[in-house]
């Protein structure tokens, strides 16, 4: 099955704490996202890469950061200088000729305490 | 003035109506527009994208977009206690440059039986 796997689906972690949290595709895609979902917000960007090795931030990144050593791989790492780190956090993915149609994983339920 | 803006909601519906939710966006650049559902809990799930002005149908589901006017519209016909989700508008700002999607912060849709 293609798709777009995230683990945990739920993450508790005390402050102070650096915790990773995981994504992984195999749909062959070259562009992977991370977003951020506070309850009843949308979703805010927090880092993205086109291709393996490269990465730029989005508009939350301060706090965060990636990793894209493989095409099917974007770990995200929540800090601990990240203030309010108790998200919902969704990754994505998408072929590069288009930035839409992007593909979500499950995400995964950050409560930091 | 948000990038993408929606009404939050919530839009009620009787079961069999037509749905109709709306997004305005700010960069008339734009090049391509994305409608989301997102079910309590979930993660987004991709249900029409649209390029071109104009209507584009997939079964149930109409995606209108107005360039000249900045908005792109969703239009659920037959509406169904199913199709109570938050529907997020998602645009590709052209001025941000960068490849990656803007979203809008929801329109939750309650169908009513």
């Known amino acids: 099955d293609g798709g777009i796997t995230q683990s945990p689906k739920y993450l508790f972690r005390k402050e102070g704490q650096n915790v990773t949290l995981s994504c992984e595709q195999n749909?062959?895609?070259?562009?992977m996202y991370w977003y951020r979902q506070d309850p009843g917000q949308g979703l805010r960007l927090i880092y993205y890469?086109?291709?393996?090795?490269?990465?730029q931030k989005g508009d939350i990144a301060e706090g965060y950061s990636v990793s894209r050593e493989k095409k099917e791989s974007f770990p995200l790492t929540v800090t601990s200088a990240q203030k309010n780190p108790t998200a919902f956090y969704l990754c994505a993915s998408s072929t590069t000729g288009t930035a839409g149609e992007q593909y979500f994983g499950p995400g995964t339920r950050l409560t930091v305490t | 003035q948000k990038e993408v803006e929606q009404n939050s909601g919530p839009l009620s519906v009787p079961e069999g109506a037509i749905a109709s939710l709306n997004c305005t966006y700010s960069?008339?650049?734009?090049?391509?527009f994305f409608w989301y559902r997102q079910y309590s809990g979930k993660s987004p799930e991709l249900i029409m994208f649209?390029?071109?002005?104009g209507d584009k149908e997939d079964g149930r589901f109409t995606a209108q977009l107005n360039k000249a006017s900045q908005y792109v519209s969703l239009l659920i016909r037959d509406s169904q206690p199913s199709d109570s989700a938050t529907y997020l508008c998602?645009?590709?700002?052209?001025?941000?440059?960068?490849?990656?999607?803007?979203f809008g912060s929801g329109t939750r849709l309650q169908v009513q039986p």
């Open positions: 960069d008339r650049g734009s090049q391509s």
């Open positions: 749909l062959n895609h070259d562009a």
């Open positions: 890469s086109q291709i393996v090795n490269d990465f």
């Open positions: 649209i390029y071109s002005n």
């Open positions: 998602a645009v590709n700002i052209k001025g941000t440059g960068r490849r990656a999607l803007t």
